[in-house]
């Protein structure tokens, strides 16, 4: 079984590191300029041997879950987008500089919204105890 792993930050270079997270950020505030930055992006991934294909995949995963995200701040979609910002080498510390709003306050966090008092849920797509 193929363990789930993405990339480190640090394997790109810091010029490349700063082009992407300008880019994701203009494409957060003002969604479909990634295509027009999409050429340059390929010409860093071509010169540090990084595939743009599984990149560019990435990325526009990240952009559509964002768009997701939006419609309710949901905090286990928020969980979702920093690990897929991992798979296009955004770190933690990048992540929270991004203009991405923060979870809902009303709602639980994923913690306790998987807790039931009942001991019956939906657990892994199965449903326990009902």
């Given at each position: 079984?193929?363990?789930?792993?993405?990339?480190?930050?640090?394997?790109?270079?810091?010029?490349?590191?700063r082009f992407?997270?300008?880019?994701?950020?203009?494409?957060?505030?003002?969604?479909?300029?990634?295509?027009?930055?999409?050429?340059?992006?390929?010409?860093?991934?071509?010169?540090?041997?990084?595939?743009?294909?599984?990149?560019?995949?990435?990325?526009?995963?990240?952009?559509?879950?964002?768009?997701?995200?939006?419609?309710?701040?949901?905090?286990?979609?928020?969980?979702?987008?920093?690990?897929?910002?991992?798979?296009?080498?955004?770190?933690?510390?990048?992540?929270?500089?991004?203009?991405?709003?923060?979870?809902?306050?009303?709602?639980?966090?994923?913690?306790?919204?998987?807790?039931?008092?009942?001991?019956?849920?939906?657990v892994g797509?199965?449903?326990?105890?009902?």
């Amino acid at each position: 079984m193929k363990k789930f792993s993405c990339p480190e930050p640090t394997l790109i270079s810091t010029p490349m590191k700063r082009f992407l997270l300008e880019m994701i950020a203009e494409e957060l505030v003002r969604p479909g300029s990634f295509e027009n930055k999409r050429n340059r992006l390929e010409m860093y991934c071509r010169a540090e041997r990084i595939n743009f294909l599984v990149l560019e995949s990435d990325l526009r995963l990240f952009f559509g879950m964002f768009e997701d995200y939006l419609r309710n701040l949901d905090p286990l979609i928020y969980r979702f987008l920093k690990l897929q910002a991992a798979c296009c080498f955004v770190g933690e510390s990048d992540f929270d500089s991004l203009p991405v709003p923060k979870p809902f306050a009303g709602s639980l966090p994923f913690d306790l919204a998987c807790l039931s008092t009942f001991g019956s849920g939906i657990v892994g797509g199965h449903l326990i105890g009902l």
